[in-house]
Nanobody, 124 residues
Framework: QVQLVESGGGLVQPGGSLRLSCVAS????????MGWFRQAPGNVREFVAG????????HYADSVKGRFTISRDNAKNTVYLQMNSLKPEDTAVYYC?????????????????WGQGTQVTVSS
């Protein structure tokens, strides 16, 4: 059974930073594209960032480009999301997910396994 466990969320002031982690088990992690999504109350779930199996291709939503960095450590079965210059509008529950397809999909329907999410709140 595939499990994804996110951690690293919390409360941070505007302009601050957080690093989210997602540890995967139950699947050969190193062959799958990984993605981060987020969902704020009353909003639809949106793509944040994705990284291919080797880590040499990354894709970001325009809203986070230049502020967030996705990375992975296949030896640790872990994908990270470094979030800098955080804004109140980044407040959401953040989810990691696995994509069995080719390339980096931005639609959630392409992802087959999801974590339980970690809350990120940006507020002064």
């Amino acid at each position: 059974q595939v499990q994804l466990v996110e951690s690293g969320g919390g409360l941070v002031q505007p302009g601050g930073s957080l690093r989210l982690s997602c540890v995967a088990s139950g699947r050969t992690f190193s062959v799958y594209t990984m993605g981060w999504f987020r969902q704020a109350p009353g909003n639809v779930r949106e793509f944040v960032a994705g990284i291919n199996w080797s880590g040499d291709t990354r894709h970001y939503a325009d809203s986070v480009k230049g502020r967030f960095t996705i990375s992975r450590d296949n030896a640790k079965n872990t994908v990270y999301l470094q979030m800098n210059s955080l804004k109140p509008e980044d407040t959401a529950v953040y989810y990691c997910a696995t994509d069995p397809g080719i390339g980096i999909a931005t639609e959630g329907m392409a992802y087959d396994y999801w974590g339980q999410g970690t809350q990120v709140t940006v507020s002064s």
